[in-house]
């Protein structure tokens, strides 16, 4: 059994039952934490396995997960959600949807109220090894997604 992640007749992702239900289950805690919707939703009532992908609002979604994540130092909190969020971007990008990761000046080292501070506060991760990592995971997991 699997799961199909589709936008209008193009399936973009085809995980496995498993899989596709810790993503969605996922996709709900970032939602929650970033307060914007995901897009992406059942495209059947009552099968819970085919999920269609708004892309527009999915577009929202994927960019702001991107900057949250490239804003945050606390290196616990970046180690939870990269591979979920360079996940995100792996769909996204076969979507169509451009996601890049921001800019030197847009993450954490630009200031601003940081509201959660990693006890101790050193070592930060470095802000350009962040955007690299997670761009490096993003195309890993898209060559590992089937379709």
Excluded at 50 to 66: I, N, Q, S
Excluded at 75 to 90: D, K, M, N, R, Y
Excluded at 112 to 141: F, I, K, N, W
Aim: aromatic share 6%; proline share 9%; net charge negative.
């Amino acid at each position: 059994m699997s799961m199909y992640f589709d936008i209008g007749d193009e399936t973009l992702w085809n995980p496995s039952n498993g899989a596709g239900r810790l993503f969605v289950r996922q996709v709900e805690v970032f939602e929650a934490e970033l307060g914007l919707p995901s897009g992406i939703g059942h495209k059947h009532p009552g099968d819970p396995d085919t999920l269609e992908v708004d892309p527009a609002v999915y577009a929202e979604f994927a960019r702001g997960l991107v900057a949250w994540h490239c804003r945050t130092g606390h290196s616990v909190i970046l180690a939870l959600s990269e591979g979920f969020v360079a996940t995100a971007v792996a769909l996204a990008r076969r979507a169509g949807i451009a996601v890049d990761v921001p800019p030197p000046g847009l993450g954490h080292e630009a200031g601003g109220v940081q509201p959660d501070v990693q006890v101790p506060g050193s070592p930060r991760p470095a802000p350009a090894a962040v955007r690299t990592a997670l761009d490096t995971r993003a195309r890993e997991v898209d060559r590992w997604m089937s379709c």
